[in-house]
């Protein structure tokens, strides 16, 4: 169901790879700690929004239409295990 979306993670995601190398020039040029962390903080936040964006597809896409056709169960505790893993 993220073929919707596909387009704007997509350009998300070269926006962090961008950050990254934003990153490595940073390490390279000795910048500041604090501005280095604070690039680190906004990748982590942006990688967040990713994954929010991806959980949300899936619970609207396969997770609805397993829960429809009777399956739901096994698409939940597989939701609740992703889930889980990523609030670690």
Do not use: F, P, W
């Not at 169901?1 to 000795?30: A, F, S, T, W």
């Amino acid at each position: 169901m993220y073929q919707q979306n596909r387009d704007d993670l997509l350009i998300r995601l070269r926006r962090i790879e961008g950050q990254v190398r934003g990153i490595q020039k940073m390490l390279e040029d000795d910048r500041y700690c604090v501005d280095i962390l604070a690039q680190i903080s906004s990748i982590k936040a942006a990688l967040g929004k990713v994954e929010l964006s991806l959980i949300e597809s899936h619970t609207r896409g396969c997770v609805a239409d397993a829960i429809r056709t009777d399956q739901g169960d096994e698409k939940i505790e597989e939701l609740m295990q992703v889930l889980k893993a990523h609030l670690k």
